[in-house]
């Protein structure tokens, strides 16, 4: 039996936040996304709704057990108030779901606070010769007496200038690709920690950043999970959070297209709404459509995370189409708009600069469209 049916809590848990974005988020949008400095207050309430702990341990305050559909339907329901606060559950979830393979003391300095939204943790994976081919890092981790002593330069890390700490992936010296990377939780107030911010044309709340390593040394008590292990750990994890950031981006399209229908509907040309041309209902109905086949993409994805079977291919799937389905749909609701669509006094502009980041950050097409490829072939091969 198929069923696309949300459980009766998975639906209070959207009408609440369905709520809190339309009346608290979406208001100040637009103004929030214009500012470098990251709104701790709304963090907070977000904590207050149980969004920031989603799947992170019970005892530090979050809701247990794994929850990928959760997360994916609190990411999409806020984007619609605000695509920049929806990420924050999402890297919440990313990070707490490797600090909890960190020790006792890691997770108890970082993961209350990171769930009361009092802190953020940034992931430190980009360097400037490394991005899509991520296990090409030079970030060396030098074995010191206690620890380790990291330098290297990471790039383009969201949340760098707003974080308290980062978690850093580091190679052994000698070693080379992905194996000998392991992970390290680094504060960013650390001797030798240098944060610069970064100007993106949008995400700018998110505080995107680089940061610089010279000799900062972290003890072994902040290594996180095996040693060398780092980089396959954070993959793994990559596989809910593209989904959830597939759906971000379409919540933030479906405000996008509820505007424009509005708009449609009130705005008159030749004497009539231009809803009632063509030319323009039929390109919501486009849109409509590509957000609703993409939309259960991504639940799929995170639905076979869910039940534990393969989902790799269907995580870069939503990571490498939902967003720029996103993008599209923005872009037909701002055409909609006429003028008023290029005016940055409404939010449509605002939404076009956010999403555009999720066709890079995490990843591009093409190299979700590599791992889609290797299971299709794999799949074919061992015929
Ligand atoms: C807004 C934003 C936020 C980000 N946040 C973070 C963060 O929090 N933490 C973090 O670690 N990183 C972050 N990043 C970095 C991001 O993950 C990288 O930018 C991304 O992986 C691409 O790497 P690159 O920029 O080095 O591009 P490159 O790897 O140099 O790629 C350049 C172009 O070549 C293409 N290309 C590369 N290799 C291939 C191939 N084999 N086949 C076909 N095409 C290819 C790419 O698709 C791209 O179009 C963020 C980036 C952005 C834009």
Request: hydrophobic residues 45%.
């Amino acid at each position: 039996m198929i069923s696309f049916e949300f459980s009766e809590e998975q639906k209070d848990f959207q009408r609440a936040l369905a709520r809190f974005a339309e009346k608290v988020l979406l208001p100040g949008y637009r103004d929030r996304a214009s500012r470098t400095d990251y709104p701790f207050d709304i963090q907070r309430q977000l904590a207050d709704l149980g969004v920031l702990g989603i799947g992170l341990p019970e005892k530090f305050g979050g809701t247990g057990a794994e929850d990928p559909i959760m997360l994916g339907l609190a990411a999409e329901t806020l984007a619609y108030g605000d695509v920049n606060i929806a990420s924050a559950p999402v890297q919440v979830g990313l990070v707490g779901s490797q600090l909890v393979y960190g020790s006792t003391a890691v997770q108890e300095e970082y993961l209350p606070r990171l769930i009361a939204g009092e802190i953020t943790v940034a992931i430190a994976l980009t360097e400037p010769g490394s991005g899509s081919d991520a296990s090409a890092l030079l970030t060396v981790a030098e074995p010191a007496p206690g620890g380790w002593r990291l330098r290297g330069e990471k790039t383009a890390i969201s949340w760098a200038c707003n974080a308290a700490a980062a978690l850093v992936y580091a190679r052994e010296p000698g070693s080379a690709r992905s194996s000998g990377v392991s992970c390290f939780v680094v504060p960013l107030d650390a001797t030798g920690v240098t944060v610069s911010h970064m100007l993106g044309m949008g995400c700018l709340p998110l505080g995107w950043g680089s940061i610089h390593l010279d000799e900062v040394f972290v003890p072994e008590e902040g290594l996180i999970g095996e040693h060398g292990q780092g980089f396959r750990s954070v993959m793994n994890h990559f596989d809910f959070s593209r989904a959830a950031l597939g759906l971000m981006c379409l919540g933030a399209a479906r405000a996008s297209l509820d505007e424009a229908a509005d708009y449609a509907l009130q705005r008159e040309t030749f004497g009539r709404p231009i809803a009632e041309y063509q030319g323009v209902s039929f390109l919501l109905a486009e849109q409509a459509t590509y957000l609703e086949a993409a939309r259960w993409l991504c639940y799929r994805a995170l639905w076979l995370r869910h039940i534990g079977q393969p989902h790799t291919a269907h995580a870069s799937m939503s990571k490498w189409w939902p967003p720029i389905v996103a993008k599209d749909a923005i872009e037909a609701a701002m055409k909609i708009h006429g003028n008023l669509g290029y005016a940055t006094e409404f939010p449509l502009q605002q939404r076009f600069r956010d999403v555009m980041a999720y066709l890079v950050a995490d990843g591009t097409a093409e190299i979700q469209k590599r791992i889609i490829a290797k299971d299709v072939l794999g799949r074919r091969r061992v015929k």
